[in-house]
Nanobody
Framework: QVQLVESGGGLVQAGGSLRLSCAAS????????MGWFRQAQGKEREFVAA????????DYTDSVKGRFTISRDNAKNTVYLQMNSLKPEDTGVYYC????????????????????WGQGTQVTVSS
């Protein structure tokens, strides 16, 4: 089974950018839908973005559309989240997650739909 390790979090001022990476182990990375979630302190974990097996289709929550971009490099077993125009409300722990699927669906937004999770990386946006 795939194991996931996030990196790239940090402290940034509002309006700045960060790029998160999620490295996956295993040889079947291309068979997984990959997602990014985040959890602010005291709040539930929420969906941010998802990407299909070949990177051709993506899904975003409304609050990040036009600012965040999810992408993947199957040759490197890595999924990315480019975050631009960051806002203080983007602060939280960001998690990547994987969902094994043989179908074409990729709009998985529920935590329970994902099989494996990384340990998370902290993103803090100061005002």
């Amino acid at each position: 089974q795939v194991q996931l390790v996030e990196s790239g979090g940090g402290l940034v001022q509002a309006g700045g950018s960060l790029r998160l990476s999620c490295a996956a182990s295993g040889r079947t990375f291309s068979t997984y839908v990959m997602g990014w979630f985040r959890q602010a302190q005291g709040k539930e974990r929420e969906f941010v973005a998802a990407i299909n097996w070949n990177g051709g289709s993506t899904d975003y929550t409304d609050s990040v559309k036009g600012r965040f971009t999810i992408s993947r490099d199957n040759a490197k077993n890595t999924v990315y989240l480019q975050m631009n125009s960051l806002k203080p409300e983007d602060t939280g722990v960001y998690y990547c997650a994987s969902k094994y699927t043989r179908g074409i669906s990729y709009r998985f937004r529920s935590i329970s739909e994902y099989d494996r999770w990384g340990q998370g990386t902290q993103v803090t946006v100061s005002s």
